[in-house]
T-cell receptor, first 111, second 113 residues
Framework: TQLLEQSPQFLSIQEGENLTVYCNSS?????LQWYRQEPGEGPVLLVT?????EVKKLKRLTFQFGDARKDSSLHITAAQPGDTGLYLC???????????FGTGTRLKVLA | DAGVIQSPRHEVTEMGQEVTLRCKPI?????LFWYRQTMMRGLELLIY????????DSGMPEDRFSAKMPNASFSTLKIQPSEPRDSAVYFC???????????FGSGTRLTVV
């Protein structure tokens, strides 16, 4: 059973556009992490969100943790070709010990 | 910090051959994970170790897969005999704990022909 659903699954946009990626679950998470994976490499940790309602910014990337800690979003402002990659959310659901990854969003930013 | 080091980066082998993938975790990280990634199934956890002890191997697909961690700085994932459906990218990751996130290696791209 996949506990972390991401949407959209695929996204292709033009350079300069804004976009939002969603990570949703019916379970509560004590924290969630976001990773970006570029072709030929492993996922790289971008951020950890811990508190319900928390917002973190990393340059043009804004991460938000839902108030109930069941969902998270990643917003990219003025996307650039260098943002191209697979974005993954991940975490440990309350009551479990397993660290799970979301289904992933594959982003392509066209120059 | 050299990060998580995996070898080889690429492996092409014939069906039926034994394949051994290697991983050196980050020093001080007490948990190590082996994942397999394919387009169809995404990232799948195969096995994880805590303090060199296998904790959960429920993701290992079959008895053909085995993993060892003889010490804190080295782990292997072995497939014997290999089959074409084992073709995938295999990642090793290590962490101090889930709240710190995982550090992944660059992966081994395995092709079984």
């Amino acid at each position: 059973t996949q506990l972390l659903e991401q949407s959209p699954q695929f996204l292709s946009i033009q350079e300069g556009e804004n976009l939002t990626v969603y990570c949703n679950s019916s379970s509560v998470f004590s924290s969630l992490q976001w990773y970006r994976q570029e072709p030929g490499e492993g996922p790289v940790l971008l951020v950890t969100v811990v508190t319900g309602g928390e917002v973190k910014k990393l340059k043009r990337l804004t991460f938000q943790f839902g108030d109930a800690r069941k969902d998270s979003s990643l917003h990219i402002t003025a996307a650039q070709p260098g943002d191209t990659g697979l974005y993954l959310c991940a975490g440990v659901a309350s009551g479990t010990y397993k660290y799970i990854f979301g289904t992933g969003t594959r982003l392509k930013v066209l120059a | 910090d050299a990060g998580v080091i995996q070898s080889p980066r690429h492996e092409v082998t014939e069906m039926g051959q034994e394949v051994t993938l290697r991983c050196k975790p980050i020093s001080g990280h007490n948990s190590l994970f082996w994942y397999r990634q394919t387009m169809m199934r995404g990232l799948e956890l195969l096995i994880y170790f805590n303090n060199n002890v296998p904790i959960d191997d429920s993701g290992m697909p079959e008895d053909r897969f085995s993993a060892k961690m003889p010490n804190a700085s080295f782990s292997t994932l072995k497939i014997q005999p290999s089959e074409p459906r084992d073709s995938a990218v295999y990642f090793c990751a290590s962490t101090r704990g889930p709240s710190y996130g995982y550090t992944f290696g660059s992966g081994t791209r395995l092709t079984v022909v």
